[in-house]
């Protein structure tokens, strides 16, 4: 038997974990059972001959209808495990930029996608729809997203912080002397958003 040796970049490599994950593809082992073909294991990596549009990765999200989303500076894609399907400005009239650089999948199913200057989408029943200025969002750079314990959809921004009231974006209240430039948010349980 021949040993191969596979080299991943990070981003491949968290593209390929995430899929594994997302597909339950992970056997389930007890301690101490043997399982056939211990210490082997394949490795499947995708790239746009495969159908990507872009082979860096930026973001991933999964939504309840079992597909895994993955956000690329070509646009945003949905894969099966077998196929993608690439939404961006060619086919999708919500984008108008195509580079996705944070996604989110809210508690009730919703995938909302932020891109680098073209403000944040939201697709929820097969239909895109955009944010932007008009709804109140007023940096088109979208660096996190996240939805606290309330319910309430956070937009971290490199121009500040943003959160959804209805269908607007109300800018969160900031010291004047220190602008929030917010690239990463986490939602603590009861204890809101950091």
């Not at 991933?60 to 895994?68: A, C, E, H, R, V």
């Not at 077998?82 to 996705?100: G, L």
């Not at 932020?114 to 929820?124: A, I, Q, S």
């Not at 239909?127 to 309430?152: H, K, P, V, W």
Request: charged share 20%; glycine share 12%; aromatic share 10%.
């Amino acid at each position: 038997m021949v040993a191969r040796r596979v080299r991943l970049s990070c981003i491949q490599s968290g593209l390929l974990l995430a899929v594994v994950l997302a597909s339950g593809a992970l056997p389930r082992i007890r301690a101490g059972e043997q399982q056939p073909g211990d210490g082997e294991f394949a490795a499947r990596v995708w790239r746009t001959q495969d159908g990507l549009p872009e082979n860096r990765v930026q973001a991933i999200s999964g939504t309840p209808d079992g597909y895994l989303w993955i956000g690329t500076p070509g646009g945003l894609v949905r894969f099966d495990g077998v196929r993608f399907v690439v939404y961006n400005r060619d086919n999708t009239a919500a984008f108008v930029d195509d580079s996705v650089s944070a996604l989110y999948t809210s508690s009730n199913g919703v995938l909302w996608a932020g891109t680098d200057g073209g403000g944040l989408l939201r697709r929820e029943n097969r239909e895109f729809r955009s944010y932007g200025q008009r709804d109140g969002l007023t940096d088109g750079f979208i660096r996190a997203i996240q939805q606290d314990s309330n319910g309430t959809l956070w937009v971290g921004t490199a121009r500040g912080l943003f959160h959804l009231e209805g269908q607007r974006f109300i800018r969160a209240a900031e010291p004047p002397e220190l602008p929030l430039s917010v690239f990463s948010a986490i939602a603590r349980r009861n204890r809101g958003l950091w």
